[in-house]
Every structure is written in structure tokens, then in C-alpha cells.
């Protein structure tokens, strides 16, 4: 087989829907594949603005008053009566259970304890179960199911 040959080979294979051909030839072989193509898909990011939380803007407009933002936030925490909050770790889709059919990890009035899931906050298709990190009772929960929540953003008060 000479070299015209297998390059009409070559483009019958390109012109075709065939992806292999094998000949055999006096001995000689010849083995032509179609690699797949690979389909590069890109993700598409819708631009939404940001919304700003209240608890952010009642800080921003009353920095001057307080000095900084720590100081507001442990102005609130002072007035809350020994109530710890269990902020989320990370950015991320808050579930108050493992799926839509089964119940919530806790509920107002619940104990935990250090080790107590409380939610799930998934990022990316990750499912993270997120600890109490406190030991206590649930006095408040402050995100509703499905709801996006930013890093540090607290999730539950605890007594």
C-alpha cells in the first residue's frame, strides 16, 4: 500500500461517519482511528448585584457613632442576653435537613451540643454538614431553607 492510497483512506474516514478502519495488506496493516472531538462547554455567570443584608447597612450608618464595625457587632452580641450565634463557615445554599422528605436537624427550643449538626450548607455540589460548635439551645434561626448565605453570616442563636 502506497502512500496516495492510505491518504485517500485517511479522507474517506474524515468524510465519513465511520471512526475506525483496519486493513491488511500483503502483510502490511494499517490501522486509521477518528478521535472524538471533545465539546469545550464554558459556564455561563449571570451578573446579579449583590444585595446588601440589613444588619450591614444599620452598621455602615452607624460607624461613626460605634467606631467600627467589631465594635457594633459586639454591641449587638451584649444585648442579646449570653446568646452565641453559629455563623456559617462558609459561602453557600443553607438546608435545615438532609433532603426536602426528611425533618429539620433542629428547631427552636432543640439542645445541642459541640458535635450536633445543625444544617447543611452546599457549595458547588458539595453537601458540608455544619457542627454546632456550641453547646446550648437553639433560640432563634435566622435563614430560611434554600436561602444563600455569605461567610460569617450567622445562622442560629443559641442559649
Do not use: H, R
Not at 457587632?73 to 426536602?100: R, W
Request: some cysteine; hydrophobic content about 35%; charged content about 25%.
Amino acid at each position: 500500500m502506497n502512500f496516495k492510497e492510505i491518504k485517500e483512506l485517511i479522507e474517506i474516514l474524515d468524510q465519513s461517519s465511520l471512526t475506525e478502519i483496519n486493513i491488511e495488506d500483503k502483510g502490511n496493516v494499517v490501522n486509521l482511528k477518528k478521535e472524538k472531538e471533545t465539546e469545550i462547554i464554558t459556564p455561563q455567570i449571570s451578573q446579579q448585584p449583590m444585595q446588601q443584608l440589613a444588619p450591614q447597612q444599620g452598621i455602615a450608618s452607624n460607624s461613626s457613632a460605634t467606631g467600627s464595625v467589631e465594635e457594633a457587632t459586639s454591641n449587638e452580641s451584649s444585648t442579646d442576653d449570653n446568646l452565641q450565634t453559629i455563623n456559617a463557615p462558609m459561602v453557600g445554599t443553607f438546608y435545615k435537613s438532609p433532603s426536602p422528605e426528611e425533618s429539620a436537624y433542629v428547631q427552636v427550643g432543640d439542645s445541642v451540643t459541640n458535635e450536633s449538626t445543625v444544617c447543611i450548607l452546599e457549595a458547588m455540589k458539595l453537601f458540608n454538614e455544619i457542627q454546632a460548635e456550641v453547646t446550648g439551645e437553639i433560640a432563634e434561626i435566622l435563614v430560611e431553607d434554600g436561602q444563600m448565605v455569605e461567610y460569617g453570616q450567622p445562622l442560629f442563636k443559641v442559649k
